[in-house]
């Protein structure tokens, strides 16, 4: 790096940076180790390829008709805030789900699939994320009208399908960063919790 000096310059000199650092050395400070600020977001999570060869044979042993139904559901808003969770969860979990603030560690969008390719798809994302010990997934379903439905069918079936996966502790709209009112936070129960 070029750095340019002038004459009437008041910037400190190479003196003045080596007794800082000395200074900062003699009072304990350790010099980090990356220089990347830690965003909030959440870092993709490597794939274990044995936990998902367990995850696929574990879904073909389950029964094909699926765990979620795949009758009438309850049609909701293109911009209706989701909301559902179990009753013994703690408000604070909840509350940090509904802001955003815990990180999903994987996701599943469902655009341009049809209806029973996104179910189908759905149960296998939240059998997958179950096996790899996953606590929080996004789940993108989108806000579109179906084209034989006035209201949008994929959002309004995986608010249904959401609320019967035994493995869903709750879930909400994403914050607008994420997918506001088109995508939603799901928390998945802890490995090993019935």
Same mark, same amino acid.
């Given at each position: 790096?070029?750095?340019?000096?002038?004459?009437?310059?008041?910037?400190?000199?190479?003196?003045?940076?080596?007794?800082?650092?000395?200074?900062?050395?003699?009072?304990?400070?350790?010099?980090?180790?990356?220089?990347?600020?830690?965003?909030?977001?959440?870092?993709?999570?490597?794939?274990?390829?044995?936990?998902?060869?367990?995850?696929?044979?574990?879904?073909?042993?389950?029964?094909?008709?699926?765990?979620?139904?795949?009758?009438?559901?309850?049609?909701?808003?293109?911009?209706?805030?989701?909301?559902?969770? *179990?009753?013994?969860?703690?408000?604070?979990? *909840?509350?940090?789900?509904?802001?955003?603030?815990?990180?999903?560690? &994987?996701?599943?969008?469902?655009?341009?699939?049809?209806?029973?390719?996104?179910?189908?798809?759905?149960?296998?994302?939240?059998?997958?994320? &179950?096996?790899?010990?996953?606590?929080? $997934?996004?789940? $993108?379903?989108?806000?579109?009208?179906? &084209?034989?439905?006035?209201?949008?069918?994929?959002?309004?079936?995986?608010?249904?399908?959401?609320?019967?996966?035994?493995?869903?502790?709750?879930?909400?709209?994403?914050?607008?960063?994420?997918?506001?009112?088109? &995508?939603?936070?799901?928390? *998945?129960?802890?490995?090993?919790?019935?």
């Amino acid at each position: 790096m070029n750095r340019r000096r002038y004459p009437h310059d008041d910037s400190p000199h190479d003196d003045d940076f080596s007794a800082f650092r000395q200074a900062l050395e003699a009072s304990g400070v350790r010099r980090l180790n990356t220089n990347r600020a830690d965003t909030g977001k959440p870092k993709p999570a490597a794939v274990d390829k044995a936990m998902r060869r367990k995850a696929a044979v574990e879904s073909q042993t389950l029964n094909t008709t699926g765990r979620t139904s795949d009758g009438r559901v309850e049609a909701v808003r293109p911009s209706e805030y989701l909301e559902f969770s *179990l009753p013994d969860l703690p408000w604070r979990t *909840l509350s940090q789900l509904k802001r955003g603030r815990t990180a999903w560690q &994987a996701g599943l969008d469902l655009h341009g699939y049809t209806l029973e390719e996104a179910r189908l798809e759905l149960e296998s994302f939240l059998r997958d994320a &179950a096996a790899r010990g996953l606590r929080c $997934v996004i789940v $993108v379903h989108g806000k579109a009208w179906g &084209a034989t439905a006035n209201f949008p069918v994929l959002k309004s079936h995986t608010n249904a399908w959401l609320r019967e996966w035994p493995g869903v502790l709750a879930f909400c709209s994403a914050t607008d960063a994420d997918g506001g009112t088109g &995508a939603v936070y799901v928390l *998945l129960k802890k490995p090993g919790r019935g």
